[in-house]
């Protein structure tokens, strides 16, 4: 795989399934990915990222910024709330708000700060228990809560779990996008980007099928 057959592929999704008109975010996760294989995404013209720890983020993205214009961050990974700071003023979406302490940390810090990331609220959908994210019985609820919080929230981010067909979380998410009146949906990675899409996905989050594997 290659970052050409991964948007490739993406366009070919969006004509299968109907969407011609529609654009999708190819968020292009660069996690734990040696700085070489970063810059070599950068030098193909990529500019929107995925990183899922903020520490991490920090030692990696403002040297890039400085050699490379217009790049774009989102935030994927779980995010403690006395972490909210530095990841709003590192990011420009963050897709990991998740319960209503951080949404009110959020919160608070944008009026402060006098700008917001786009924000996606992350559901867990499979309710794993060790797994960030609102339960589904609470995410109209909270959905409500961040709009009274006035947060730019933009949609709705889900991961399935490892084991069972991630359609179904897909399908899933996009109902409760759709009830909520979200139009954004974070869904699909590099085992099952191609059916997000098909799903509604509006941003896929993909890693090694651009980078290569991880290491470590
Ligand atoms: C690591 C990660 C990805 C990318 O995973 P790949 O399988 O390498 O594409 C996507 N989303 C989140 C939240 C991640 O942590």
């Given at each position: 795989m290659s970052l050409s057959e991964v948007r490739a592929n993406i366009d070919a999704q969006l004509q299968v399934s109907g969407r011609t008109g529609d654009q999708v975010e190819l968020i292009?996760?660069?996690?734990?990915?040696?700085l070489d294989r970063v810059e070599a995404i950068l030098s193909k013209g990529q500019r929107v990222f995925g990183e899922n720890r903020v520490q991490e983020a920090a030692g990696k993205w403002p040297a890039f910024r400085e050699r490379y214009e217009n790049v774009v961050l989102h935030l994927i990974g779980p995010l403690q709330t006395n972490k909210a700071r530095q990841a709003m003023e590192l990011a420009?979406?963050?897709h990991s708000v998740d319960r209503p302490k951080l949404a009110t940390t959020i919160a608070r810090l944008a009026q402060e700060m006098g700008s917001c990331p786009d924000l996606f609220i992350q559901v867990n959908t499979g309710e794993e228990p060790q797994k960030a994210g609102i339960l589904p019985a609470d995410t109209d609820a909270f959905v409500a809560q961040c709009r009274e919080l006035d947060l730019p929230i933009c949609g709705l981010m889900c991961i399935p779990p490892?084991?069972?067909?991630?359609a179904l979380h897909f399908a899933l998410l996009a109902k409760m996008a759709e009830r909520n009146g979200l139009t954004g949906l974070s869904m699909g990675m590099s085992g099952d980007y191609e059916k997000a899409i098909r799903f509604g996905a509006t941003h896929v989050r993909v890693g090694s099928a651009i980078f290569g594997e991880r290491q470590g």
């Open positions: 292009a996760v660069s996690k734990v990915q040696p420009q979406a963050i490892v084991y069972e067909e991630s």
